[in-house]
């Protein structure tokens, strides 16, 4: 759980802040329009950070960083024989090795997506302010209308999946690497590649059931 998340957490809150003041410009770069009240900003960079921009983005950047990570540390142990050695102990290498890899990972990332969340909401309210792309006042406001909690859940429900992906695809890859630290390497690219495959895919699968 430390390395998965406090690990991760300086990581996650750089990119989504930055997301959250980016996002903004781009909205009120498309909005120009006497029409739309620019509190419908301050809505759709919430709405949109809630259901997907927060979950996805920081699912991807933690297959890259943890997946890799673990996938690494289980090929190394497998290659040199360490996990031979568990199993001629009669220790179950996989409930040993991968099972607290899995459940950290459905743990701690949902608080990682709950704080990248916030801290996308943040950015975006003080990207706005600082290039006046939006008033601080309309941003809040925007924020603060037509909240529905359910996509909250939606959100969650997407980072517990994704915490399952993470941890369970590279421990997998890692488990069964045969060879030596160019297969270790092998086996960490495949385990990112086919991760953020079924973080995409479960993402599409998980909006289309709720939503």
């Known amino acids: 759980m430390n390395e998965i998340g406090l690990g991760s957490l300086s990581l996650i809150l ?30 759709i960079n919430r709405d ?20 890799s990570a673990i ?8 290659v040199s024989e360490q996990i031979d050695a568990l199993e001629i102990m009669g220790i179950n290498a996989p409930g040993f090795l991968i099972l607290p890899k899995i459940i950290a990972g459905v743990i701690m990332v949902p608080v990682l997506v709950i704080i990248a969340i916030f801290c996308a909401i943040t950015g975006g309210l003080i990207g706005g302010g600082l290039s006046g792309a939006v008033a601080p006042s309309d941003y809040i ?26 941890t369970s695809v590279p421990a997998y890859k ?34 289309a059931l709720m939503l």
């Open 48 to 67: 949109s950070n809630i259901l997907e921009l927060g979950p996805t983005i920081s699912g991807l950047v933690l297959m890259g960083k943890v997946g």
């Open 174 to 207: 890692g488990f069964y690497v045969r060879g030596g630290a160019l297969e270790v390497g092998q086996a960490g690219t495949k385990a990112v590649v086919i991760g953020c495959i079924a973080i995409l895919a479960c993402d599409y699968i998980i909006t």
């Open 71 to 78: 996938s690494s540390q289980i090929g190394s142990m497998r």
């Open 14 to 43: 750089i990119i989504s802040t930055f997301i959250g003041a980016v996002m903004t410009l781009q909205i009120a770069f498309q909005l120009v329009s006497d029409l739309i009240p620019t509190t419908v900003i301050g809505q």
């Open 141 to 166: 406001l925007g924020i603060q209308e037509g909240f529905n909690g359910f996509t909250v859940a939606v959100a969650i429900v997407k980072a517990i999946i994704y915490g399952f992906i993470i």
